[in-house]
C-alpha cells in the first residue's frame, strides 16, 4: 500500500505538465515559453513525454512487476532535471518546477527502494 501512495504522488506531480500536451496554453503558463516559439513546440512535445510518465507512475502503482522499470524512468526524469537546473543556475522561470520534483524525491526513494528490495519470505 505504501508503494502505491508513493507511485500515486509521483503521478500527481506529473500531471499538470502532462496536462500541456491537451492544454498548449498551459505551457506559456507554466514555462513562460511565447506560443508559437520552437521552444514551445519542444515544451508541447515534452508534455506527451510526461504523459508517458505519468501513466508509468499510474501502472507502477497497480501492477508491482512494473515498479523497477517505472523507478528508473522516473529517477531519470526527475533528477535529471534537477541537476540540469542546478547547472542552470536555477532560473526562476523554473524555481516552481524544480520545488515540486524535490518534494517528489521522498516517494521516489520510497519506491525505488521497495521495487528493488529483496522479496522476504520466499
Known sequence: MIAAICWGALGLIHLLPALALF?????SKLYGVPSGSASFLLLHHRAAL???VL???VWAALRSEVRPLASVVVAISMISF???YAAAGQPAALRQI???DLAGLPFLVIAAWLAFAPVRGG
Open 23 to 27: 492544454r498548449p496554453s498551459m505551457i
Open 98 to 100: 524544480a520545488i515540486a
Open 82 to 84: 534537477l541537476w540540469l
Open 55 to 57: 501513466l508509468i507512475c
Open 50 to 52: 510526461f504523459l508517458c
